[in-house]
Every structure is written in C-alpha cells, then in structure tokens.
C-alpha cells in the first residue's frame, strides 16, 4: 500500500479557513442580500389566502394551457392545502423561484458568451462538468460553513446545481442557428450586437426557454437536500419523516413536491410553444427582438423570422 498521500481534502480546508477568516464579512453581506429577496418571495406567496394564489396559479394555466390544465392545477393545489402542506409548499416555491431566478441570470449570459467565443466555451464546459457530477451534499459542506445554517446555503447550492442547463442550452441554441442566416445579417453591414438581439436570440429561443424549464426542474429537486441544511419548507419534511419513519408525513410531502413540479414543468413548457398566454409572450419577445422596418439604421437586417 502506497504510504504517499496528496492533502487535497487539507489544502481545500485551509483555503476555506483562509476565505472565511479575511473575507467572511463578503459572505454575511451575501447572506443578508439572498435572505432578504427570499423573505420578500416569500410574504408575497405567504400573505394572501391560499384561495388568492391558487386563483392566480389556475388562471395562468387557464391562459396558458386552457380548462383542462386550470381546473386540475387548483384541485393539486387544494390538495396541498389538505394535506395542511401549504405554508411549506409556499416556503419551497419561494426558495425554487429565487434560486430559479439567480440561475437563469447567471447561466443566459455565460451561454452568449460560450456560444460566440470557443475560449469562453472551452472554460465553462469543464466547469459545468464538474458542477454537475459533483454531489450536492458536497456544495453544502462550505455553504453551511460560509453562510451558516439556514434557507440561504439551500439557495446556493441549488443555484451551483441548476446552472448548467441554462448555460449548455443557451450555448446550443445560438450556435444552432442556421450560419446562412447570421451571414446575411453581416452582409447587411449589422453589427455583431444586432445580430445577436435580432437574429440569434429570437431563432433560439425555444431552445433557451427549454434551458430556463430545466433550470426551474433542477431547483425543485433539491427542495429536499435544501431541507438538510434548514431550508425548511416540504424538504424539512420529508427530511423529518425520514429522521422519525413517519410515512404518513413523507407521503403527504412528496405528493406536494410532485405537485409543484408538474405545475411549474406545464406551465414554464408552455414558453416554447405557440399557443396559450405564454406562447403568446414568446412571440411578443420574438417580436421585440427582430428588426423593425421603421428602425433608424441605415440598413435592415433580413427577419429572422
């Protein structure tokens, strides 16, 4: 047996000791700032009657789905309230949109960048990879240690753990737009920033918005290991009933996981798609993006359709 052992553990350790020493006070800023916007998600979810979002969530399925989607979204959600799994299913929606929302600002911007440099790509690729292999308990061991117990490490490492998809998607998205296209557009004379907002975005943007559905879905399924670390909310349950053997609490909170996530799933698919509110909002964003024929440029830039 070879005695020579590489201290990778150690030297991690030390490097973390060193950041939490002489730049903790960065972190504890970082913790007020998430906890603060989760707070506010949360008494915006919290405060209204269950009956008052359960008549916003059925009316956006109803826009965006039809009948069939509204009516059986309000009876999952009273389900929930049956259960009396509302305030923890509030409490984890809360914590998904947030983490969701950090996500999906980070993850659009470094798949640009990904998609028109191969620099940039042949940098985030591995550190996707690693991101997405490495196991999540993993992330919250400096999490926990960074930005103590709580909602916010739970925050953190559901944001470390559904970045990649958005990034990966929006990269593919864009390089997957037809060359013919983007070489029209530059013997237009645009410039690379027109082409981009008028050409490559509005062309993959069923592609991106499938990258924000996945970012939303890989949120969700770390609602329970964000319950390990004090998230509370359905993860603190079904964390409880696992410490206890109570199957009648781990039922009643994996049922109103599932719920959340066939909803959001519907709901957020509905972006890609032509038809129903939200088909009628990516259209709008295509719309806004594609060049105008009143536009003040000198020369027009083909639609991208």
């Given at each position: ?63 965006a789905r039809g009948w069939v989607f509204a ?70 061991i400096p999490a926990l240690l960074l930005f ?27 390089r997957g737009v037809d060359s013919e296209v ?124």
């Open positions: 047996m070879n005695d020579v052992r590489i201290p990778l553990g150690t030297v991690a350790e030390d490097i973390l000791d060193f950041v939490i020493t002489h730049v903790g006070f960065i972190f504890s800023a970082l913790r007020e700032f998430f906890l603060a916007i989760y707070s506010a998600v949360d008494f915006v979810l919290s405060s209204p009657p269950f009956w008052v979002i359960i008549a916003v969530v059925a009316l956006l399925g109803l826009l009516g059986g979204t309000a009876v999952a959600l009273l389900l929930i309230v049956g259960v009396d799994q509302w305030a923890n299913a509030m409490d984890s929606l809360s914590l998904i949109l947030v983490a969701s929302a950090i996500a999906i600002i980070l993850s659009i911007p470094l798949g640009i960048a990904a998609a028109r440099s191969n620099v940039v790509s042949s940098i985030v690729r591995p550190v996707l990879d690693f991101m997405q292999t490495t196991p999540a308990f993993v992330y919250l103590r117990v709580g909602v916010v490490p739970g925050i953190i490492a559901t944001v470390i753990f559904a970045l990649a998809p958005g990034v990966r998607l929006t990269e593919l998205g864009i983007v070489e029209a557009g530059q013997a237009f004379g645009a410039s690379q920033w027109r082409i981009l907002r008028q050409i490559q975005l509005p062309l993959a943007l069923p592609t991106i918005m499938a990258g924000v559905n996945q970012v939303i879905m890989l949120s969700l399924s770390m609602v329970v290991i964000a319950g390990m670390v004090g998230a509370g909310g359905l993860g603190g349950d079904v964390v409880a009933s696992l410490n206890r053997i109570d199957i009648a609490l781990g039922v009643e909170a994996g049922v109103s996981v599932v719920i959340l996530a066939i909803v959001l799933d519907r709901l957020t698919a509905s972006f890609g798609q032509k038809r129903g509110l939200f088909g009628g909002v990516s259209a709008w964003v295509r719309s806004r993006l594609a060049p105008s024929r009143k536009s003040d440029d000198a020369r027009p830039v083909p639609n991208a359709g």
